[in-house]
Each structure stands twice: as structure tokens, then as C-alpha cells.
């Protein structure tokens, strides 16, 4: 029987480490982040799990740690936000091209500076293009869900491919709601055992991991990258469907919320689309069509569901908690790109929310309504919500 | 039982070599030495080496894809975390052994390999960091005194005198000022480790040390010099015969620290001066024309002199206080 327990979003993916009891977790505590490793450390020190836990010195070596041991052959985890991600960026791509299924949340967080530990987008952004997989969380629920799920899908033959599980920081991270934990055995059953094909420590088949690569096989090698998403493309409703099966929640690439006969429509992710999720609710009351569309996959990119739930819409907003300095903003680009082979395309515009941790009121996320209905959607120009003039 | 020469002989009948020919350093490197000697004696012993290499001159020439001279599993990551990596691998090992998923029983032993850039710079945070968290592996850095692979750029190892590209010798500098950075010290001050020196001159020494540092239970380090023929401007085939002259010079003397205790494993009975060490190598060509270079001769010789009195004395007094 699963049960619910009134927890943190760090303790629900806390939990859900536990539940996979990885072999190896090699992490560093940097806030918001920091109550995961902790929570985590306490189970392995209660003995709660028999997790080979490493306290690195560094980021940088969480990750360089873990592309160790999960090259080895490890079930393999680490968790970190922001400066953190920073730090590790290097070994984040170096991960995703030696094809190790390696999960790690990222409590979302802005990247400075200046320095700022509250949460934005500008982590996750910034590794976008590293080739892992990046799923986002709307709530504790969901975070939870996504690291189970993650765990499933990054080891998938066909996509060998790091995942990270993306939660907004404090908002997700330390705020308590209730949160449904499926059983253990219900859990380890779903995740399996993990198979590496060419674990390092196979000594009687000793092969050669991370050699140098030159302009003769990288190219191919990075196909076959591509190759390893649009494969994670096809096996993410599969894994969903598994999982709704164990949990009966339902997950897709993209959260529709009132979208059936939706003319203005919200593109948010994670947190603050529950708030949006409340604008919608009252804008309906009032008869106006109000829609969300909350990204759940982010990597690889659902840029057919997103064409799907679009097109012929009267006006797309999107908003985004990071910016692009001297580009459009990093989801809108990639939603107006969605759109560009749309039958009727919608007006679009975009904003930036939130920075920094700044708060998201419903009062703030009419602006982009009101602009819609009145027409006053301009595509090219970066409003900014909540801002202090 | 130490390894002797019995047991490599045996290895090589087999033809059984973890580090193979075919890589591509440079004819007369000393790097592949060191990676083959420390590798044979780690099968002569009937461990399992498992290899990590950070880039340098040791990883782009010996694994380029689809080949490998690596007969033995290995992995390389980046430059700077090549400690990190194993210590990750090696934490792995526990745990799968812990929980019966290991698909053998044999011995495995970790070695890491790391250049002087690699280790003595880039790589310090990591190291200290695998080596204070206590992990059983061995680190051998194939210290060349310089960053070869990227063409002869200074790094914390390179000594005063010679010749760098991002330290030169010029009309008003004698090349690099501070001497090579005590990377065996730095190691050795941390917890139950074992850190050693030795030289591609005498490679029973080396592959002592080796087995040392793979039977310790913890983490073990040892600092090779490795010449680059290349880069140090020397004949190919004399890169042992230069190193035997730094430890008889003083310049490289070949010691361990075995959980504190100092003991030196090589007293040349006459030495030599350090200007003859200097004068055999064709990197410090520059400096040896420069007006400055009787005093850097005076300051290296004042410095490697009092270096083996400190370490006669540390030797005498650390005697049996194993910290351990
Ligand atoms: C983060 C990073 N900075 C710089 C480099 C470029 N780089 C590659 S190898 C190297 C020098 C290696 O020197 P060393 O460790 O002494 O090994 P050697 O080449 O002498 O064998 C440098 C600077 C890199 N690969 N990664
Ligand atoms: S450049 Fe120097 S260190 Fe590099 S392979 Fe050649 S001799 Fe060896």
C-alpha cells in the first residue's frame, strides 16, 4: 500500500534513492540541494541502505566519481544545483558520451552571479545541450515520480543516456506537502536490476572506456548520441505507461491543463505552473479560454506535442525563469521554432519570471493573459514579470 | 615476496602484457615505462589492474579509437580528475562486491596514472580529495616536468632553469624561478598513506615500491621521473641514464614515506653536482648562456644539499613512529 507522507521535495527524492538504493552515490552539498545528500547520508548511516556512499571534495569530482563507478558497472547517483552543475560541466558531457545512465537531480537554482541561492532555470539551461536527458517536476509528488521514472528510462539498452530530475529549489525542495510513496518492493520491482554491457570491471574483457576520439569516429559517435535521445523520445511514453501502471499517475511529455478548447495558452515549467495552473482556473470562471502547457521533458525536446497542442491557438505565452543574454529566451526559442510549421500559427509572446528566486504571484501571471486578450502580444519583445522598473 | 624477476620473465613468456607495444608516444618516452613496469608487476603479483590515465601525453597516445594498448580495463575521463574517476570506480568495486554482483573473484587492484600537470597542478584537489577520503589505489605520476602533450608548457614540476613556453628563459629571466613543487610531501602529509619518488633508472626500485603501494591498504602514491626526450631536449636513449644522474645529483632523490615514517631507498655513495645533471639536458641549454646562471647553479645546489640533510634527518627521527 503506498503512503503518504507530508515531506519535503528533498525528502520524496531522498526516498525514491532509497527505494533504488543505487550502489554508489558520490555527491556534494551545495543549497538547495544539500537536504538530499543529507537525508540520503542518514539512510546509509542508519543503514537503511547498503549504498557505497562518496563524500567528495568538489563537485567536479561528484561527477568525475561517478562516471567512475558507473562506467564500472554501478548503479550510480549524485544531486547537485547551480554553481554545483557548474562546476561539474565538463564531466556532464564526458558523462552523456561514455553512455552511462548516471540519475541526478538538480535542485534548480540561479547560477551566478551574482550570487544567489534562491531558484531560476538558469542551471538547468545551461546544460542543455550536454546530451542527458532533463525532466522537470512541477511539485514534490512529481520529483519523486521523476526520479523513479528517470532511473527506468536512462537504462534502457537503446538509451544509455544520464538523466537529470529537475525541481525548483526551496519552492519544491523545502517546502512540505503531502506526497505519495509507493511501496519498496513496488519500486525496486519497476527499476530492476541494472546490466551494464561493458562494465570496467569486467577484467576478462578488458575494454578501453573514454580514449581520445579524433576527427576519424567523433562525429559518429555523437550521431549515435542523438541517436540514444530520439530513442529516449520513443521509450518515454512507454516508461510513463509502466509507471502510471505501479502508481496510477499518469505523466506524458507535456502537462495539458484546460486545454481542449484553449485560445490563450501558458507554456511554464515546474513550479510556477501550479500558480498558473490557479490563473487558468480563474480566468475560466470568467469565460475566458484559458490554457497551460507544462513541459515535463525538456531533453529530448517534444517539439511534435508541443506543434500538436499549439497550433491553431490563438496566443501562446511563454515564460521563462532564465535568461538568454542577447538571445530569446531559452524554452521560447524553442517553442517558437515548434511553431514554425504550424497550419495556423498563434501569436506568441515571451517573459521572463522569477529570477533568482523572486516570487510568482497569480496578480503577476495575468499580465501575459491580459496581454493576450488584448491583442498586445509582441514576439520579439522580452517583457519581464514581477520586475522592479 | 617481493617480485622478482622470475615472475616478469614468466608474464612476458605468456606474452601477457597489460600495457602492449603499438601505442604511439615517442620513441625513448619514458611514460610508457613506467606504465608498463607498474601494470606487470601489479600481474606479476596476480592482481587484476584496473587502469585510469588522465590526459597527457600517456592517454591521447595510447588510446586512439578504435585502438588501444591497453589489454586491461581502463578508463580515461579528463585532466584534472583522474583520481576522482578511479576513486569512483573503486567505491564501485565495494559495492558490488559488497552485494554479490561482482562477476569475479580475482583480486582487483586500482591504479591511476597522471602526469606532472595532471597531478602537482590541475589535478591536486582531486587527488588530495580521493587520497584523504582514503580509497585503495595507487596513483603514479609520470612526472616529466612540464606539460608535454600541449607542447612543453611549465607546470608546477618544472625546475628553475628550464626551458618553457609559457616560462621561457629571456634576455632578463632565467625561465621559471621556484623549484618543482614537493608533490611527495604534499601526498604523504595526508592519512595512512604510503607516497614514494622513484626514477626510470632504476626500475626494481620502482616496481618495489609498486608492489608496496598496491599491498597497503589505502591509497599509495608514487612520483616516477619520467624524462620527455622530446621537450627535455635529449637523446632517445638516454632518458634512464639522465635520471640515474638526478638522484646521484641530489636533484631526485628516491625515498618513500610509509604513514609518516621517511626512509630513503637509494644512497649514492659519492654525488655528484647538481651542474652536472643540469649541463645533461638540453631544456636548460638557454639558461646555461644566461648571466644569471652561475647564481641559479649556486641556489639549485644550496637547495637539493639541504633537501637530503632535512631528509636524512626526517628519516632518523620518524624511524618506527608509524602513524598507523
Ligand atoms: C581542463 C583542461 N585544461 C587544459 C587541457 C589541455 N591539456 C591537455 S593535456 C595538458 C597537459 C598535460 O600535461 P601533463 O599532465 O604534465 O602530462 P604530459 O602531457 O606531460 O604527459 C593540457 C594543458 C585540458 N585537456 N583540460
Ligand atoms: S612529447 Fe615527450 S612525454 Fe610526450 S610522448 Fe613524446 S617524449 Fe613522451
Known amino acids: 500500500m503506498p503512503t503518504k507522507l507530508a515531506i519535503t521535495g528533498a525528502a ?3 526516498h525514491a534513492m532509497r527505494q533504488i538504493n543505487p550502489d554508489v552515490v558520490a555527491a556534494y552539498p551545495i543549497t538547495p540541494q544539500t537536504p538530499i545528500v543529507e537525508y540520503f547520508a542518514q539512510f546509509v548511516a542508519d543503514g537503511v541502505v547498503d549504498t557505497v556512499m562518496v563524500p ?25 544545483a547551480a554553481n554545483g552543475l557548474a562546476l561539474m560541466f565538463e564531466i556532464v558531457y564526458i558523462a552523456a558520451s561514455m553512455r552511462l ?20 532555470h538558469s542551471d538547468a539551461y545551461a546544460v542543455r545541450d550536454s546530451g542527458w536527458i532533463q525532466l522537470f517536476s512541477e511539485n514534490s509528488q512529481e520529483a519523486y515520480d521523476m526520479t523513479i521514472i528517470a532511473t527506468k528510462l536512462a537504462e534502457r539498452e537503446e538509451v544509455l543516456t544520464p538523466a537529470m530530475v529537475n525541481l525548483d529549489g526551496f519552492i519544491t525542495s523545502h517546502g512540505v506537502e503531502g506526497v505519495e510513496i509507493l511501496d519498496d518492493e513496488v519500486v525496486r520491482e519497476f527499476v530492476g536490476q541494472w546490466e551494464p554491457k561493458y562494465p570496467l570491471l569486467d577484467i576478462d574483457n578488458p ?3 573514454g580514449p581520445l576520439d579524433l576527427f576519424d569516429y567523433y562525429f559518429e559517435h555523437h550521431r549515435q548520441q542523438q541517436e540514444g535521445l530520439k530513442n529516449a523520445y520513443k521509450a518515454l511514453p512507454e516508461v510513463f505507461a509502466e509507471y502510471e501502471k505501479i502508481s496510477g499517475r499518469k505523466y506524458d511529455f507535456l502537462d495539458l491543463y484546460r486545454m481542449e478548447d484553449a485560445e490563450y495558452v501558458m507554456v511554464v515549467m515546474n513550479s510556477a505552473a501550479s500558480t498558473a495552473k490557479y490563473v487558468v482556473d480563474e480566468l475560466r470562471e470568467k469565460g475566458i479560454k484559458a490554457g497551460l502547457v507544462k513541459p515535463w521533458v525538456f531533453t529530448p525536446f517534444p517539439k511534435k506535442e508541443i506543434l500538436e497542442a499549439l497550433d491553431g491557438r490563438k496566443a501562446v505565452m511563454v515564460l521563462d525563469r532564465a535568461m538568454s543574454f542577447g538571445k530569446e529566451a531559452p524554452l521560447y526559442s524553442l517553442v517558437k521554432s515548434a511553431l514554425y510549421e504550424a497550419k495556423e500559427r498563434p501569436m506568441m509572446g515571451t517573459y521572463v519570471y522569477g529570477l533568482g528566486g523572486r516570487d510568482v504571484t497569480p496578480t503577476m501571471l495575468h499580465v501575459p493573459f491580459e496581454d493576450a486578450i488584448k491583442g498586445e502580444l509582441d514576439p520579439n519583445e522580452e517583457r519581464y514579470l514581477g520586475l522592479k522598473e | 615476496m617481493p617480485v622478482n624477476m622470475k615472475q616478469l620473465i614468466n608474464l612476458v613468456e605468456k606474452e601477457d602484457w597489460p600495457f602492449t607495444q603499438g601505442h604511439r608516444l615517442c620513441p625513448g618516452c619514458n611514460a610508457p615505462m613506467v606504465a608498463k613496469w607498474a601494470t606487470m608487476t601489479a600481474k606479476a603479483l596476480g592482481y587484476e589492474p584496473v587502469v585510469g590515465a588522465a590526459t597527457g601525453c600517456l592517454e591521447v597516445s595510447t588510446t586512439i ?7 586491461i580495463p581502463y578508463i580515461h575521463n579528463a585532466f584534472e580528475n583522474v583520481a576522482a574517476t578511479i576513486s569512483g570506480a573503486e567505491a564501485a568495486y565495494r559495492s558490488l562486491k559488497n552485494r554479490g554482483k561482482l562477476k569475479t573473484d580475482k583480486p582487483i587492484k586500482f591504479i591511476a596514472f597522471g602526469g606532472d600537470g595532471g597531478t602537482y597542478d590541475i589535478g591536486l584537489q582531486s587527488l588530495s580529495g580521493a587520497v584523504e577520503r582514503g580509497h585503495d589505489f595507487l596513483y603514479i605520476l609520470y612526472d616529466n616536468e612540464g606539460y608535454m602533450n600541449t607542447g612543453n608548457q611549465r607546470s608546477g614540476s618544472t625546475p628553475p632553469g628550464a626551458d ?50 598496491l599491498k597497503h591498504e589505502g591509497p599509495a602514491f608514487i612520483a616516477v621521473l619520467a624524462p620527455c626526450v622530446r621537450f627535455w631536449r635529449i ?54 648562456q644566461h648571466p644569471e646562471y652561475k647564481e641559479m647553479i649556486e641556489e639549485m645546489q644550496k637547495y637539493v644539499d639541504t633537501r637530503w640533510e632535512r631528509l636524512l634527518k626526517l628519516e632518523e627521527v620518524t624511524k618506527g613512529m608509524y602513524l598507523r
Not at chain 1, 548516471?102 to 534562491?118: F, T
Not at chain 2, 632517445?236 to 636533484?251: H, N
Open chain 1, 56 to 80: 567528495v571534495e568538489s563537485e567536479h569530482s561528484a561527477m568525475s566519481a561517478v562516471v567512475g563507478s558507473a562506467a564500472a558497472g554501478a548503479r550510480t547517483m549524485t544531486a547537485t
Open chain 1, 101 to 120: 545512465p548516471i540519475v541526478m537531480p538538480i535542485v534548480n537554482r540561479a547560477l551566478s552571479g551574482p550570487i544567489n541561492i534562491h531558484g531560476d
Open chain 2, 235 to 288: 637523446p632517445e636513449s638516454t632518458g634512464p641514464k639522465v635520471t640515474k644522474l638526478a638522484v646521484e645529483t641530489k636533484y631526485w632523490p628516491l625515498y618513500e614515506i610509509d604513514r609518516g615514517v621517511y626512509k630513503i631507498t637509494r644512497k649514492p655513495r659519492n654525488f655528484k653536482p647538481i651542474e652536472e645533471y643540469i649541463k645533461s639536458i638540453g631544456r636548460f641549454r638557454k639558461a646555461l
Open chain 1, 12 to 14: 520524496a527524492v531522498a
Open chain 2, 164 to 213: 618553457a613556453t609559457t616560462e621561457p628563459v629571456g634576455k632578463v629571466k632565467t625561465g621559471k624561478v621556484q623549484f618543482k613543487k614537493n608533490i611527495v610531501e604534499i601526498i604523504g602529509a595526508h592519512e595512512n598513506v604510503y607516497a614514494a619518488t622513484a626514477s626510470t633508472s632504476d626500475p626494481f626500485d620502482f616496481m618495489a615500491k609498486v608492489e608496496k603501494g
Open chain 2, 65 to 71: 579509437y578504435p585502438f588501444t594498448a591497453w589489454n
Open chain 1, 207 to 209: 575494454i578501453t572506456h
